[in-house]
């Protein structure tokens, strides 16, 4: 009878304690939609997401069904404010990264290779959570879409469809990327919403989002076993 206590207590135990991990590491629950991606959280060579075609204007893009249902209706509302947006580069492998970024050293050399392209594990694109995009007019990705009209709109409306502005200017020593007002990333409405009000990169986000999680789980069990 106490084997049999001792056993079920331990196992409840475990259970809470996995079911806390997830909500305290929600930048390691790859399912989820706040798992980071940099240059020191770096993606496995064999982590293909299920992702499917996004149906909106541009050059055929696939990313995560979540994403891409975001990013539809994002379009939408786009084009009901008289502003064209178009897809430039959605999911991409492993493999494809690494053809990317190769070239990107051999045309730039290391460093500056470094600063605009991901080695590959390195990119949110294989997470298919990624998208840049640009206006219709121009599939070019550069600084100037900032101040393009549909560059503004992105800045100032992704947060309302689960989108944030990934590499902020003023934040390359936190993001390790340049300025890439291009590219968004999906992270859910709720999240969203914060990390835009936090004028914050999500690598800091997700840092706060933890200790904060973890506050609460400790006040809990305060309250639980006082
Ligand atoms: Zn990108």
Redesign the pocket.
């Known amino acids: 009878m106490i084997l049999q206590s001792i056993v079920s207590v331990v196992a409840l135990s475990v259970t809470l304690l996995q079911g806390s991990m997830n909500a305290a590491m929600p930048d390691k629950n790859i399912e989820g939609t706040l798992f980071l991606v940099n240059r020191t959280h770096m993606i496995s060579e064999n982590y293909i997401p299920e992702v499917r075609k996004t149906d909106v204007y541009g050059m055929s893009q696939s990313m995560r069904n979540d994403a891409a249902t975001a990013l539809e209706e994002m379009f939408t509302a786009a084009k009901a404010d008289g502003v064209g947006l178009s897809t430039v580069?959605g999911y991409r492998s492993y493999a494809k990264q690494g053809t990317i970024y190769s070239r990107k050293v051999k045309t730039n050399g290391q460093e500056t290779a470094d600063m605009l392209s991901a080695v590959p594990g390195a990119s949110e694109?294989q997470l298919g959570m990624?998208m840049?995009v640009s206006q219709r007019t121009s599939s070019r990705l550069n600084g100037n879409f900032a101040k393009t009209k549909a560059g503004q709109w992105v800045a100032a409306n992704a947060y309302r469809f689960g989108f944030i502005v990934r590499y902020q200017e003023g934040k390359e020593a936190i993001t390790g990327y340049a300025y890439?007002p291009w590219?968004i990333r999906y992270v859910g409405r709720e999240f969203a919403k914060e990390v835009f009000d936090s004028g914050e990169p999500l690598d800091t986000y997700v840092s706060a989002h933890r200790l904060d999680t973890y506050q609460y789980l400790l006040q809990i069990t305060n309250e639980v076993y006082p």
Do not use: C, G, I, Y
């Open positions: 580069s694109h990624a840049d890439e590219h």
